[in-house]
């Protein structure tokens, strides 16, 4: 969308009176409109170019149908943004816009601000995909085999530590806030190490009952408790040659950290029900988001395990204290969704990337990945919007409060919104016209003040019932006494505008 031109704006109805007030909205705006009376040429504008910033397109229409020109369009133009128009607002209606690609749907007859605000977002969104256009990945996924990215200080020390301890099998503590990454830590360890031809078995200590956790572990005999119906082979056995990561073990019960402590003590393990020791050769990674000291001092850990397993520490910093790694995690997050054919997004507009830089994380990298993959699906072209992103990450990232929803006219902040002066001839004119067309059937308050040349601090009746009567007589006298269509301007019956017309002591003369 260029400075100098203003944005083009195609409207595709085969009904003209549609087009025609629809278009007059979108003009008071100076927008640049055009109008295709089918589905067939709408799809022939796009095709033969240059393509408009923006196009609504009516769902029924004779011939090529709203949803069968939108998959034309979007084949023609991934990237186009298009409004679905309909005057039925059903699942169905709004699952298939979204399905296929609408940026939104809007509900006939046309509310003007609606329109405006929607049109203005849309176009917003629009300008944001093309200051992505020269977006360039800042890394190459399949440069990280290991999973774990980041460039960062604290990062490139963590990268050295685990260098360190590839080349022996001293056992490894990892601590780190839940989500930061501690398992992909323990893999890359396995993965360089001389055990990479072995088993790596991770152990969810957190995850497992405490009465079944050794025989997880350790595996049991046939008869050994009830249910035991075969004999069992545990993880330490499996893990022969190889390496067990055992995750959260600050959750494991003091019974099952004597067993563990006798594994590294003696090498050896025997079965829940058993009578022989079976010796294993495994190497031992743990993982805790505790306070491990706090919990031998208050001995809900066993200070001689703790010592065993804490040779070497590696921790896991919060994604909060490297914010510098977040533009990675996020373009490796989207290579690998593009390559597995879980999303079509591969960019994210540098507004929404300033939003992600400056949230705090409590999830850390889990959070941040499960985001990307949740943007990713939400987006209608090939880049994440700031839109695209949850209300909750921007008001806390400190947006202030989060974009109105697509076609949500801005709120007032004040009673002065409210009151105006009284609109000229022309302006009166023209509102009586859109109302007439059928663009306007619901104003807002400050549009029906405007229009019916009200001032709050001059009224001598409630406001809503003022409104009310001064709606029902204009839009009686607009439409020449026709009951009937009054009664579908205003929405609701005839019968209900009888009703209020008898309430309200008005004649119908």
């Known amino acids: 969308m260029s400075d100098t031109k203003a944005p083009s704006i195609l409207v595709i109805d085969d009904d003209a009176e549609v087009c025609y007030s629809l278009g007059r909205v979108l003009s008071s705006k100076k927008y640049q409109v055009l109008e295709a009376g089918s589905g067939e040429a709408g799809v022939a504008v796009v095709k033969k170019g240059p393509a408009p910033d923006l196009i609504f397109l009516d769902v029924r229409m004779g011939g090529m149908s709203g949803l069968e020109a939108l998959q034309h369009i979007r084949a023609a133009n991934p990237k186009q943004l298009v409004i679905l128009m309909t005057a039925f607002g059903t699942a169905q209606t709004a699952i ?9 749907y809007i509900m006939k007859p046309f509310d003007p601000a609606k329109v405006l605000a929607l049109a203005e977002n849309a176009l917003k969104a629009h300008a944001d995909m093309r200051s992505a256009g020269d977006y360039k990945p800042s890394i190459n996924a399949d440069d990280y085999r290991e999973g774990i990215v980041g460039a960062s200080p604290v990062m490139q020390d963590v990268f050295k530590v685990i260098g360190q301890v590839t080349a022996s099998d001293v056992t490894v503590m990892i601590t780190g806030e839940s989500g930061t990454g501690k398992e992909l830590v323990a893999r890359s360890i396995w993965k360089h190490s001389h055990r990479a031809k072995g088993n790596f078995i991770a152990v ?143 960019k994210v507009a540098p507004e929404a990337m300033a939003v992600l830089a400056r949230y705090d994380w409590p999830g850390h990298v889990r959070e941040l990945e499960n985001l990307v993959y949740r943007s990713a699906v939400i987006a209608q072209g090939d880049t994440i919007l700031v839109k695209d992103l949850p209300v909750e990450v921007l008001a806390a990232a400190g947006t202030g409060s989060p974009p109105a929803e697509p076609g949500t006219p801005p709120l007032p902040t004040g009673a002065g919104h409210l009151v105006s002066t009284p609109p000229t001839t022309t302006a009166t004119q023209t509102a009586t016209a859109d109302l007439v067309a059928g663009a306007n059937p619901a104003p807002t308050v400050g549009q029906a003040l405007d229009f019916l040349h009200i001032e709050l601090s001059k009224l001598d009746e409630p406001l809503l019932e003022r409104l009310e009567r001064e709606m029902i007589v204009r839009s009686f006298k607009a439409l020449d006494g026709n009951l009937a269509r009054t009664a579908e301007l205003l929405g609701m019956t005839r019968a209900t505008l009888r009703k209020r017309i008898e309430e309200l002591g008005l004649q119908p003369s």
């Open 96 to 104: 298939e816009a979204m399905k296929y690609g609408a940026f939104d």
């Open 204 to 346: 969810n200590c957190a995850a497992i009952p405490d009465n079944l956790i050794e025989s997880e572990l350790f595996g049991h005999e046939k008869g050994s408790f009830t249910g035991a119906t075969n004999q069992r082979i545990g993880k330490f056995e499996l893990c022969d040659r190889g390496t067990i990561f055992l995750d959260e073990i600050g959750d494991m019960a003091l019974a099952t950290q004597t067993k563990i402590l006798r594994v590294l003590q003696q090498g050896e393990i025997q079965r829940v029900g058993g009578i022989d020791t079976i010796k294993v050769d495994v190497r031992i990674l743990a993982a805790t988001n505790k306070d491990l000291e706090s919990m031998v001092k208050a001995k809900t850990f066993r200070e001689d395990l703790y010592y065993r397993l804490n040779v070497v520490r590696i921790k896991m910093p919060p994604l909060r204290d490297r914010r510098e790694d977040i533009p990675q995690i996020v373009d490796f997050t989207l290579q690998n969704l593009v390559k597995q054919k879980k999303a079509r997004v591969a």
